[in-house]
């Protein structure tokens, strides 16, 4: 079993940045992939962003490419997400997940554990 549980949520003005954290404990999060997802009110859950075991291949859904940065330290296990540049379409709980299949063109395959998110909330 692998817990996690995330942190760095916030309101924030369009324009602005936060940085959300996912601790992971339990077995050996560096055994796994992890990534982030959001769900706006409304509206199904969305990748958003992905990291190699190792940390040497990421993905990006498309919206939040140049925008986003996701990294990880596998001595404190945790992954991190750099949000930048904020708008209010971002407005979501965003979710830690962590699994065992990642691919560099879809991010995490099948999420086996997932985090009870964090509220982000961006003004205009």
């Known amino acids: 079993q692998v817990q996690l549980v995330e942190s760095g949520g916030g309101l924030v003005q369009a324009g602005g940045s936060l940085r959300l954290s996912c601790a992971a404990s339990?077995?050996?999060?560096?055994?796994?992939?992890m990534g982030w997802f959001r769900q706006a009110p409304g509206k199904e859950r969305e990748r958003v962003a992905a990291?190699?075991?190792?940390?040497?291949?990421?993905y990006y859904t498309d919206s939040v490419k140049g925008r986003f940065t996701i990294s990880r330290d596998n001595v404190k296990n945790t992954v991190y997400l750099q949000m930048n540049s904020l708008k209010p379409e971002d407005t979501a709980v965003y979710y830690c997940?962590?699994?065992?299949?990642?691919?560099?063109?879809?991010?995490?395959?099948?999420?086996?554990?997932w985090g009870q998110g964090t509220q982000v909330t961006v003004s205009s």
């Open positions: 339990g077995r050996t999060s560096s055994n796994y992939a």
């Open positions: 997940a962590a699994s065992g299949h990642y691919a560099s063109d879809y991010g995490l395959v099948r999420v086996d554990y």
């Open positions: 990291i190699s075991r190792s940390g040497g291949s990421t």
